[in-house]
């Protein structure tokens, strides 16, 4: 009877296991977005005009966004905008112009941080210039502006 028993459901799950992976079908296509996952993360923002926007900066490159308080999360393409601790989304008066730091690989130093600057929300980033010309440490924005 045990053996029975055992038998019977060895087979009814395998029988399960085996189906299951017939509806599982690969991903259409991978897509590259660079390093970054896992590792810790760092400087969390939350929009103020918005609370569901949301931003991480991870220690692994990445630079993870949120557009529903947390629930789902997309990470920004390594050539639009690459992290490092210091990358804090800094928000201004106007919800669709943003600041960060982005730490790109430049080959003349091997990090070198630059302004970063939205002016759609997050949505796409442009270098602005450093006027240090040694790479930004820290930005702050005034969020009244």
């Not at 259409?28 to 996952?37: H, Q, S």
């Not at 949120?66 to 920004?76: E, F, H, K, R």
């Not at 091997?110 to 939205?118: A, L, T, V, Y």
Request: charge should be negative; hydrophobic fraction near 35%.
């Amino acid at each position: 009877m045990r053996l029975s028993l055992t038998l019977l459901l060895a087979c009814f799950f395998g029988r399960i296991h085996a189906n299951s992976f017939d509806t599982i079908a690969p991903p259409a296509l991978f897509l590259p977005v660079g390093p970054g996952g896992g590792g810790a993360t760092y400087a969390p923002s939350i929009s103020p005009h918005d609370h569901d926007e949301m931003y991480l900066a991870c220690d692994m490159a990445g630079v993870y966004r949120s557009l529903d308080a947390g629930n789902t999360w997309s990470i920004y393409h390594y050539d639009q905008l690459f992290s490092s601790i210091k990358a804090q989304v800094q928000f201004t008066g106007d919800p669709n112009v943003l600041f960060t730091i982005d730490r790109s690989l430049d080959y003349t130093s091997i990090f070198r941080s630059h302004p970063m600057k939205s002016s759609n929300g997050g949505d796409t980033w442009q270098t602005l210039p450093d006027p240090t010309a040694t790479g930004v440490h820290r930005l702050i924005a005034d969020p009244n502006s």
